[in-house]
């Protein structure tokens, strides 16, 4: 089990660029989030899905994007970055199905993004 | 609306002494709190969850619904456990997490 991996896990971008965040977990969870992490700010969270083909807006959804076309991949798009969005981006996953585990959030290693 | 306070966002102590990450929240009914630790550069991983009340690695986290509080202790710091702390609040099982602004535990030597 990799559980919550995230790709790619550094990236630079120039102002205007456009790039696409990967996250994939094979715990076969419903739910899926992102996050950005600033100092100071703590985890705010940007867009999430409760299920296969669903999103949802979260804290701070402006100027990102998301789709979840299949159950196991979470993507999160930037299509005209900003220095506002430099920030290190955590994916996180939950099961949803009731049992011992079932509210815990797991979460991937993050991707660093520099917007310059 | 849901909110989570982080008070402090340093936290020094000596190898030893006790600590106290103190967590209080904002939320009319009943939450579900959990901890989160984060050791540097690595991903955010559970603590603690307070449906649980389980002991982690020393750590305890009661909820004092009087007081909306759910404060991390652990009676003698060691330096592995210096890391950023979250405190965070879900208004149901499978709802999205509220975050607190961290914490940042620092053992001193």
């Known amino acids: 089990n990799a559980g919550v991996t995230q790709t790619p896990k550094f990236r630079v971008l120039k102002t205007g660029q456009s790039m696409t965040l990967l996250c994939a977990q094979d715990?076969?969870?419903?739910?899926m989030y992102w996050y950005r992490q600033d100092p100071g700010m703590g985890l705010r969270l940007i867009h999430y899905?409760?299920?296969?083909?669903?999103?949802a807006k979260g804290e701070v959804p402006d100027g990102y994007n998301v789709s979840r076309l299949k159950k196991q991949n979470f993507l999160l798009g930037l299509e005209s970055a900003a220095p506002s969005q430099t920030s290190v981006y955590f994916c996180?996953?939950?099961?949803?199905?009731?049992?011992?585990?079932?509210?815990?959030?797991?979460f991937g290693p993050g991707t660093r993004l520099t917007v310059l | 609306a849901q909110r989570v306070t982080q008070p402090e966002k340093l936290l020094s102590v000596f190898k030893g002494a006790p600590v106290e990450l103190k967590c209080n929240y904002s939320?009319?009914?009943?939450?579900?709190l959990f901890w989160y630790v984060q050791y540097s550069r690595q991903r955010l991983q559970l603590l603690l969850r307070?449906?649980s009340r389980e002991s982690i690695k020393g750590f305890t986290a009661d909820l004092n619904k009087g007081e909306t509080s759910f404060h991390l202790k652990k009676p003698f710091a060691q330096e592995e456990d210096s890391a950023m702390y979250y405190c965070?609040?879900?208004?149901?099982?499978?709802?999205?997490?509220?975050f607190g602004k961290g914490t940042r535990l620092s053992v001193i030597a």
């Open positions: 996180a996953s939950l099961d949803g199905r009731f049992g011992s585990s079932y509210n815990e959030q797991f």
């Open positions: 715990m076969n969870h419903e739910y």
């Open positions: 899905s409760v299920g296969e083909g669903t999103t």
């Open positions: 939320y009319s009914g009943s939450p579900e």
């Open positions: 307070h449906i």
């Open positions: 965070a609040l879900s208004s149901s099982g499978n709802t999205p997490l509220v």
